[in-house]
């Protein structure tokens, strides 16, 4: 229970530094540039005390339940004689933990809303959560059977700057910021936990080295389908206006 305590209190420190400095900024931006109404500053308020309570709660929830869950499941399949489950767990996993993702669901609304709706964010969301369930499935194939990760990565990257040469600039950017949202604290908790978990159980893997990585795959995942996303609705635009 003292742990548990000790914990919350840690985790509300670390909420308030985190919000007090933005806080202070804008309120001083209030007061000698922007000069809101009332009204504003009321809503600010109470946003930044739900924001507290809710980061609160998250990272608390992430720190008892999330991260011991994740490495346990890793652990056990880890040690399977048939641990290539890993590899289908591993998509279901990816799946859902970006389909959940808060920062995610942020993204393909933003993205609906200032396209006028011409990018639904429903299918930037399927992009985004199938890409990521096949980088961990491959992240998986990589701890089981032992695949380099420079090599991956390389052809990777290699890929997106190629299609970057062809892409629109609309979609480059929707892209790269994609990569950066997906590795948000549900993928960081869970699916690396797992990964840890797996390599930690697993006979010749070194959890530093086999391990860790997976949070690169999975930042380069989005990159590529949402270019080639914007590649397919360039060459459906052209063939409709022809």
Known sequence: MN???GDLFKTIYEVIILLLPLSIFF???????L???KIYIENLIKGIFLTFLGMVLFFEGVEIGFLPAGRTIGEYFGGLDYNWIL????FSMGFLTTYAEPAVMILCNQIEKFSNGFIQGKIIKYILSFSVAFF?????????????LLLIIIVGYSIVLLLTL??????????????GVV?????????MAMALGAASTMEGRNPLIDGFGLISLIALAPIIPVMAFGLIIRYKGGIKDE
């Open 3 to 5: 742990s548990i305590l």
């Open 27 to 33: 309120m001083l931006f209030q007061k000698f540039y």
């Open 35 to 37: 000069h809101l109404p």
């Open 87 to 90: 590899i289908p767990l591993g």
């Open 136 to 148: 961990v499935s491959l992240g998986m194939v990589k701890l089981v059977y032992g695949l380099n």
């Open 166 to 179: 062809f892409s629109d600039k609309e979609y480059i950017a929707i892209a790269f910021d994609s990569g």
């Open 183 to 191: 590795t948000g604290p549900m993928a960081v908790t869970f699916l």
